[in-house]
């Protein structure tokens, strides 16, 4: 790892001495992004937890659409999050093209996957309460409104570091 590390950084500094790559905030193995991808786990971790707090969420394919996204979204956040602190404290910051591609395809599909089981959550528990509160107890809608404003601020973590990654991506 750590020959991959002095190899990664002389070809960085070569290419820093031609101007060709630039510091981007918030792109794969910088600080920003390690902030981006905790915001992302944390955000993940607890609507997965507001909506499994009940065992009833079973009952509706969104909410199991909900889950299922944000079980694959916590691992590669995780992952990430880890390699994102191992390139902060070490100070080798991977840019290769490859993996930047794949990191940028990763979180894109993941945040469509997490904007589309957001909306439908919340479509769903704002249908279970309009329909005379008989299908849901307030306290219930309540999580799932809580899970659904959760996973929306995941997917939001999720569409900017995808961003940060598309704009590195292009630069290299």
Request: aromatic residues 14%; negative net charge; charged residues 10%.
């Amino acid at each position: 790892m750590l020959w991959v590390c002095l190899v990664l950084n002389y070809h960085d500094k070569d290419l820093q001495l031609h101007g060709r790559m630039e510091e981007l905030p918030g792109a794969f193995g910088t600080s920003a992004s390690f902030a981006l991808r905790l915001g992302q786990t944390v955000f993940s971790s607890a609507s997965l937890l507001f909506m499994c707090l009940d065992v009833d969420f079973y009952g509706y394919t969104a909410f199991c659409f909900l889950v299922t996204v944000m079980g694959l979204v916590i691992p590669w956040s995780i992952t990430l999050l880890v390699v994102d602190a191992y390139s902060v404290f070490i100070k080798c910051i991977p840019h290769q093209g490859r993996l930047i591609l794949i990191i940028f395809l990763g979180d894109m599909v993941l945040s469509y996957l997490s904007l589309a089981a957001a909306c439908s959550t919340a479509s769903v528990t704002d249908l279970l309460l309009d329909a005379d509160g008989s299908y849901c107890p307030p306290n219930l809608c309540g999580r799932y409104q809580l899970s659904a404003a959760m996973a929306f601020l995941s997917w939001f973590l999720s569409s900017a570091s995808c961003l940060f990654n598309f704009w590195l991506f292009s630069s290299l």
